[in-house]
Each structure stands twice: as C-alpha cells, then as structure tokens.
C-alpha cells in the first residue's frame, strides 16, 4: 500500500494563487489517476480535479491539476482566490491491488 | 440531472443493526460502480468499498472487510451500505459516490450521519 500526503492546512489572500502539493510514498504517482476532492464546511465533498488535470464540467479554469514525477506528487492549483474556494481539499489515487487511498486533507483558509 | 439520493439520520445503539441507502437516477445504474466513503466526526474521508451493480463485483477497504456489506437492487437501482452489530466507533457521516473503479469523475451523494450511541 501507499500513503498520500498532503500540507495540513494553507493559506493565501484573495486573489492570489496557492498550490497544494500530495506526495505518493511509493509507486508511480504518473501510473495512476489522482483526483481532488473539495469540501466545504459542512458539505459533501465535490469533485474539482479528476484524471490528474481535468475538470468536471462545472468547475472553474481557476483550478488546474498536475503531476511531477520528478517528486512522485500530484499538485492542485487555484488562482484567482476567492473567499468561497475556503474548503479542505483530498487527493486520491488507486493502483491495481490497493482500494482507493486518500490523502489527509488539506485547510485552505483564504484571509 | 444525475443524482444520488441518500437515506436520512440514524440514531442507533450499540449492537443494532442497520441499512443505509443510495439511490442512483438519470444514469444508467448498471453501467457505474457505486462506493462508500466514511468521514468519522472532525477526520478525513476514507474509502469503505465500491461495487459494480451490472454483476455485483464488490471490493472492500481490507481495513473493513467483514465489518459491513456492500449490496445493490438493480430493480430500484439502490446501492446498501449494512452493519449486522453496530459499534460506537461507526459513528460517521457516510456518503455514496458514483465512480470509475479508480475514482475518476466521482459524483458525491449528500451524505448520511450516523449517530451510535447507548
């Protein structure tokens, strides 16, 4: 099994743009698909990333999802903060012989 | 529009048993896996198992194998999520999703708080 893990929390001013990194322990993080995960303060989750870099139809071009294989992680980008985009945000892959693994949340506050 | 809808609050004592659900609409039902996620209260989100409703392929977290049962209706296109014997540590929010095996584009349901307590 691999671990996904992430910053517990971030922060950043309106309008500027913040990355949230997750890092795979082991295996390809590029053999793979990694997802993201955005939840609100007493909300399900939503699906803002997903197959690495795309968006579901629905979600702003302020997100953007990339891999580095270099650092074996997954990143989630968002410019253009807005106070709404204050959430905790999941990463998740998969391999072959391991059922879905999360990452351990990340806090973006945006002040 | 594709939904899914779940059960309402539970409020259980340890030892009950217990079936939640998940009902898929606007979609074909068989044609995408359905899972459950847990989030335990102020934690994370962590993967219960998911199955397939066109041949009821079923995989489990091996954390949780044995502990819950993962079903579906294909008549009703509603997946379960079931406890035989409740414990106090099942206390959690869970929420079903429709996913690709790996994740991929997951569709979340609103969720269900299960409550255990004595």
């Known amino acids: 099994n691999f671990m996904l893990t992430q910053p517990h929390s971030v922060s950043e001013s309106p309008g500027k743009t913040i990355t949230i990194s997750c890092t795979r322990s082991?295996?390809?993080?590029?053999?793979?698909?990694v997802q993201w995960y955005q939840q609100r303060p007493g909300s399900a989750p939503t699906t803002v990333i997903y197959?690495?870099?795309?968006?579901p139809s629905g979600i702003p071009d302020r997100f953007s999802g990339s891999i580095d294989m270099s650092s074996n992680s997954a990143s989630l980008t968002i410019s253009g903060l807005k106070t709404e985009d204050e959430a905790d945000y999941y990463c998740?892959?998969?391999?072959?012989?391991?059922?879905?693994?999360f990452g351990g949340g990340t806090k973006l506050t945006v002040l | 529009e594709v939904q899914l809808v779940q059960s309402g609050a539970e409020v259980k004592k340890p030892g009950e048993s217990l079936r939640i659900s998940c009902k898929g609409s606007?979609?074909?039902?068989?044609?995408?896996?359905i899972g459950w996620v847990r989030q335990m209260p102020g934690k994370g989100l962590e993967w219960m198992g998911i199955v397939y409703p066109g041949d009821s392929d079923t995989r489990y977290s091996p954390s949780l194998q044995g502990q819950v049962t993962i079903s579906v209706d294909t008549s009703i296109n509603t997946a379960y999520l079931q406890w035989t014997s409740l414990k106090a540590s099942d206390s959690a929010i869970y929420y079903c999703?429709?996913?690709?095996?790996?994740?991929?584009?997951?569709?979340w349901g609103q969720g269900t708080l299960v409550s255990v307590s004595s």
């Open positions: 082991s295996g390809n993080v590029a053999g793979s698909y």
């Open positions: 999703v429709r996913a690709s095996h790996y994740g991929g584009n997951v569709m």
């Open positions: 998740q892959s998969y391999d072959g012989s391991t059922p879905w693994v």
């Open positions: 197959d690495d870099d795309r968006r």
């Open positions: 606007g979609y074909s039902f068989t044609s995408s896996w």
